[in-house]
């Protein structure tokens, strides 16, 4: 009888016809970490026959259990039947870097309360689907989102809790209430992470937690394109849920279009909406045309445009008006209340003030030498609260003109400088 405790329960959906479930337990028992130090739970849709996966060998307690539909409520699922003090949730078409589980139990025993995420970038076997210029593009997105995550200076926000390699212990998991199950597809971690910044809970990123995510690229423009319509869907549900976090989801920069190419296919995509649909359709002939002339630039351009028409239209499915949507927009704005800005002198010295802003974490701060203005660093609906790095790295970026200005003057205000004289034997 194994009596070896079990530090940490892997949680993961998955459907049995697929193989990459298998390939990840598979991957699993290559871990650094002994595989009797953990277990994995796998969640099933109900439709599902979990006898495939029940009847695998594995050298790690494995349980096999079936859920509602939706991703949320899988992940929950999951969760309810780990018997350990964290919960480590996989997408089920990683490959797994072998210290992974390692790597976040680490973290975990280092700085416990945190909600932690590894990063799964999608793998490059992937560029060889039958739209490789879809899967570069894909790629080079995710690779955006995990080189800001690496940066110590990043401020975390909601959209940083990425389900898809994210460690938590099982109490606060249960303190925050898991996964919203209303989310069926997309933003159910982002929601996840928004209820968490606003208990006080902190993000962090685990770089050594790496996997390869191996069909992270959608196969087909038409499934990219049906991902953006969920995405927007999910958007809507979440700036439902956090009306403050409405102007921060990308659904707030479709309200009111400038341009006159953009205000016609606006209209056009409300008012007709199976029209635009059509119109897509033959805009979406042009992929084609510009990946085989080996169009990159022009390729991109189009792509970016019917994704936004596709994500435009999930938020015609769930407001229909236009008006709708600017309303939703508008009482957003309203409800991302803003403190006033914590005041920040630098005259007694960057460590100084970086201390300050960690002992008070402001929301914004207003950042000044003496009397004079140095600069702002702005709230932001949804992320957490600033840190002393964050100035540091404000003043070494985007404020070091201003700040060389005011030092300048300072300087100037002060004098020459007083010269010493040779003591006289």
Known sequence: MNLTPLRISIAITARPQSSTGARLLDALACQTVAPQEFEVVVA?????????LRSKATPFRLKVVTSRPGRSAARNAAAREASTPLLLFLADDL??????????LASHAKVPGRILVGAYAPSPASSSVPAPYLAMAVRARWHDVFTALRRRDHRYSFRDCLGG????????FDQLGGFREEF?????????????????????????????RLHAAPTSARAAFAQARDEALGDALLG??????RVALRLSDMGAPTMLFE??????????????????????GLLIVAERLQLRSRWYRIYEWLERHWYLRGL???????????????????????????????????????????RVRPSSIHIVFDDTVVG????????????GIHLRAALANDLVTPLFQVLTKVIAAAGPPTHCRRPSD
């Open 44 to 52: 099933l849709g109900d439709g599902d026959d979990p006898a495939a």
């Open 376 to 387: 702002d660093i702005a709230h932001v609906p949804g992320a957490e609260p600033l840190r």
């Open 316 to 358: 015609v499915r769930q407001f229909a008006t236009r008006e709708a949507l600017d309303r939703f927009v508008s009482e957003g704005r309203a409800a991302d209340r803003v403190a006033p800005p914590c005041v920040v002198d630098l005259r007694h010295g960057i460590d100084y003030a970086a201390s300050e802003i960690d």
């Open 184 to 212: 069926v597809g997309p933003r159910g971690d982002h929601e996840l992470g928004a209820r968490a910044i606003l208990r006080g809970v902190s993000i962090g990123f685990v770089p050594e937690a790496a996997a390869l």
């Open 95 to 104: 490959d797994p870097r072998a210290t992974l589980i390692d790597a976040h």
């Open 263 to 284: 205000r016609l296919h606006h209209r056009l995509t409300f008012d007709f909406p199976r029209l635009a649909d059509r119109f897509a359709g033959l805009v979406a």
């Open 165 to 172: 390699n994210l460690s938590i212990s099982t109490e606060l």
């Open 240 to 245: 439902s849920l956090h009306p403050g976090l």
